[in-house]
C-alpha cells in the first residue's frame, strides 16, 4: 500500500509555500541548523508555536533569488511525490530587497517555469486574518492586480495565519469572488462557532480544517446540520493536526465524520517541511487508519480534483490521466469484488 499511495496521481490543495521548504532548501538559504531542526521537527506543538516557526522560513525567502530557487524546488518535490496538480498557497510580502508585487511575480514566474508534461501549478494568494483591515484591503489589490494579469495562474484567495487572533472580514472576500478569485479559508482550527457561522453564511469554496465543527469535536448539532446542507469541501491535514494537538490522534481525526457522512473532503500536506510529510504519506496514513482499498483512494484523488480551482479544460486534461491510470493499476475483475495490482 505504501507503493501504492506513492505512485497514486495525488492532487494537492492545501500547502502554504513558506511551510513547504524542505531541510535542503533552508540549509542551501543559510538557515543555521538549530533553526532547521526547530522548523522541521514534526514534535508536538501547539498552534501559537507554530505560527513562530514560519518566520524561519521567511529569512530564507527574503531575497527574489532565494524565493525563486525555493519555489521551483518545492514544485520539484511536491512533482517527484507524484502530485499532477499542485495549488501552491502563498502570502505576498514584502522584504528590503523585494515589494509585494516583486513576491508575487517571482513565485508566478517560478511556477510558469516549473510546469511540465507531469505536473501543472496554480497560485492562491493568502490573506493573513492577523494584519488590519486597511492592510488586508492593500493585500487584495496586490491579489486581484495578479489575478487580472495571469488569470489562468492565479486562481483563487485564502485566509490564513494564526486562528487565535485577527479577523474574517467578508467584505474583502465579497470582492475578491467579484473579481473571479475561488475563495478558500481556515475555518475551526480553533472552537470560535460565531466566526464559523459568519463564514457558512459567505459560503466559501472550500474550508481549510475545519476541525471544531462536528458535535464529537467540540462542535454543535447546529453548525454540523448547517454544514451537512452546504457540503463545502474540506481540506484535511491529519499530521498537521496531530502535531499541532488540535486532534488527539490520526484515529479520532475529524475526518473521520465526513467518510461516515459521505461529506465531500480532500487530503493535504499543510506545510511538508514543517510536519516532515509528504502527501503520499498523507494517504498512506489515512489507509492504514480508515483501512482504504485501492479503489476508495484513487477516488479521493479523483474527488480532489472536483474540488480544485483548475478550469474545465485543465480539469478534463487532468481526469483523462487519473482514469487512465486507473485502468492500467487497479484491475476491476468481477463485481463487486477488485483485485488491485
Ligand atoms: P506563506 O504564506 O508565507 O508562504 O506560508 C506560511 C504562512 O502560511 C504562515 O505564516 C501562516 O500565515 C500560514 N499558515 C501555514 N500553515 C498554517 C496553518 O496550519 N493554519 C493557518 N491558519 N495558517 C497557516
Not at 163 to 185: C, H, Q, S, Y
Request: with cysteine; charged share 30%.
Amino acid at each position: 500500500m505504501e507503493t501504492f499511495c506513492s505512485k497514486l496521481p495525488k492532487i494537492e490543495l492545501h500547502a502554504h509555500l513558506n511551510g513547504s521548504l524542505s531541510r535542503e532548501t533552508l540549509k542551501k538559504f543559510g538557515c543555521a541548523d538549530n533553526d532547521i531542526l526547530e522548523y522541521n521537527q514534526a514534535k508536538q506543538t501547539t498552534l501559537d508555536q507554530v505560527f513562530d516557526i514560519f518566520k524561519i522560513a521567511h529569512q530564507a525567502t527574503s531575497t527574489k533569488q532565494n524565493l525563486y530557487e525555493s519555489t521551483v524546488k518545492v514544485i520539484e518535490e511536491f512533482a517527484s511525490d507524484n502530485v499532477i496538480y499542485l495549488e501552491l498557497r502563498t502570502t505576498p510580502r514584502k522584504e528590503a530587497d523585494m515589494t509585494e508585487d516583486e513576491y508575487v511575480e517571482t513565485v508566478i514566474k517560478a511556477l510558469l517555469d516549473s510546469e511540465s508534461s507531469d505536473i501543472m501549478v496554480k497560485l492562491i494568494l493568502s490573506i493573513d486574518r492577523r494584519h488590519t483591515y486597511d492592510q488586508q484591503v492593500e493585500t487584495l489589490k496586490t491579489i486581484i492586480k495578479y489575478k487580472k494579469l495571469y488569470p489562468d495562474v492565479v486562481r483563487g484567495i485564502d485566509l490564513s495565519g494564526d486562528p487565535t487572533k485577527g479577523a474574517f472580514f467578508r467584505d474583502i472576500f465579497e470582492k475578491a469572488r467579484r473579481n473571479e478569485l475561488f475563495v478558500a479559508m481556515h475555518c475551526a482550527e480553533i472552537k470560535n462557532d460565531a466566526e464559523v457561522m459568519e463564514m457558512f453564511d459567505f459560503k466559501p469554496d472550500r474550508l481549510g480544517h475545519a476541525t471544531f465543527i462536528h458535535p464529537d469535536f467540540q462542535g454543535s448539532a447546529e453548525l454540523w446540520e448547517l454544514y451537512t446542507k452546504l457540503q463545502i469541501p474540506v481540506e484535511f491535514c491529519l499530521t498537521s493536526n496531530v502535531v499541532c494537538l488540535t486532534s488527539k490522534s490520526y484515529q479520532e481525526h475529524h475526518v473521520r465524520e465526513w467518510m461516515k457522512a459521505n461529506m465531500p473532503f480532500c487530503l493535504s500536506t499543510d506545510d511538508k517541511g514543517v510536519f516532515d510529510t509528504t502527501l503520499s504519506n498523507e494517504f498512506r496514513i489515512v489507509q492504514q487508519t480508515f483501512s482504504l482499498n485501492k479503489e476508495e483512494l484513487w477516488k479521493i484523488s479523483k474527488n480532489t480534483l472536483s474540488y480544485s480551482f483548475a478550469t474545465d479544460r485543465d480539469k478534463n486534461v487532468l481526469n483523462e490521466k487519473l482514469d487512465k491510470w486507473k485502468l492500467a493499476n487497479i484491475k476491476i475483475l468481477k463485481h463487486p469484488y477488485y483485485i488491485c495490482l
